[in-house]
C-alpha cells in the first residue's frame, strides 16, 4: 500500500463524517503500533537473558562470567536503542508515569550506587555517600528501594536502568586513553579474596536493578499489545487516529535533532567530554547512536527486523509524506538512511574520537544529517497539517 491515497483524495474522506475518516491513516498507525510491539517485545528477551546470565556472575564470579554478563548487556541495548524512537509524545515510555527515567536516564554520578575511584572529571578522590556502601541508611536493597531512589534530589542521582547496571558490570572510566571502565570481578567475590566492601550487597543491588529493567519492559509490552483496555487501543482508536500520525512525527523528529544530533552527540562533541557520552563506562556510545538511527528509520519506513529475522512492514508515515510531496518524501528517505549510514561510519570508542580532528569532523556530519533529517521530518509534518519543533526534546 504503497500510495495510500492522494492529498486532494484524503481531504474528501476527511470531510465524511465519523466511521470512515481515519481509513487512510489506520494501516500506518496499526504498522507503528506493530513494530512498537515487536521491538519491546525483543527488548524484553533480551533482558531477561541479561537478567539470567547477571544471576550466573553473581553466583559464581569470574572472570569468564562478568565478561557474559558484559556481553549480554551490549546486546541488550543493541533492541533497547531502537526504541528509542517510540518517545517524545507522552506515549507509556514518557507519559508522567512513564518509566523511561527508570530505564535509559543519564548521565549518571556514580557516587550515588558505589564507591568511586576519582570525581566524574576524574580529578581527585570523590568516595560519596552511595547506596551499596550505607547498609545503615540502606538496611535491604530491592528493585523498590531502587526505583524509588531515582533521580531523587538530582538529575544525576540515577540508581536504576541500564546505565546503572552498566557501571556496575564495567566501573568507573577513568582512562585517559581507549579503554571503558575496568571493575575487578572480584567486587562481588565475598571473603578474603573479595575487593571493596559490602560484596553481597553489591550483588544483590546488581540483580534487583536488572529484575527491574525487565518489569519496565513488561509493562510497555503489554500496553502496545493487541486487543487489550491499553494505550495501543487509545492510540490506534478511530477518534484518535489523525493525532497519531502527529505523535509519531514528534517521536522521530525530536528524537532526530533535539536528542541524538544534540544531546546525546553534540555535547560530548562541543565539550570534548566521556562524561557526557552516552554509555561511558562500556564505551558503547558509538552503538547507542547507531541504534537511535536505525530506530528512526524503522519507523519512518515502517520497517522492522526482529531479533529471530521476522520482519515486521507495512504503510508507514513515509507513505502519507509521499502523497502529499513526493519529492520532499525522496529527499526524506535519502537523509534518514544516510544518517544511518554515517552514524555507522563512526570509528569507536566515541570518547577517543571526539578529542581526534578526523573523528570530530566524521562525528560532525552525523550530526548534520540527523539535524536535516528532524528539519524535513518537521516540514512534512508542516505539510501535513500537524505541529513539530525538532529542537525540542
Known sequence: MKNLFSVAAMLIVLMISGCSNDQPLRPVVETYADIALANYEDALIDAENLNEVVNTFVENPSPATLDS??????????TYGQSEAFRFYGGPIDDENGPEGQLNAW?????YIDYVEASPNGEGESVGTNIINSPDEFPEITKELIASLNEQGSETNVSSGYHAVEFLLWGQDVSEGPGGGERPYTDYVTGPE?????QERRATYLTEVTELITDDLQMLVNEWEKGQDN??????SEEQIETSIGRILNGIGKLSKGELAGERMFVSWDLRSKEDEHSCFSDNTHRDIVTNAIGIRNVLLGEYERIDGTVISG???LDVIEDANPELAEELKETVNQSVRLTQQIEPPFDQQILSQEGRQQIMEAINSLRRQGDLIAEAAAILGYNVDPDAI
Do not use: Q
Open 69 to 78: 554478563a558484559k556481553k549480554a548487556w551490549l546486546n541488550a541495548r543493541e
Open 107 to 111: 548521565p549518571l554520578d556514580e557516587s
Open 194 to 198: 573479595g575487593t571493596h566492601d559490602h
Open 231 to 236: 494505550y495501543r487501543a487509545f492510540f490506534t
Open 315 to 317: 504503510p508507514s508515515v
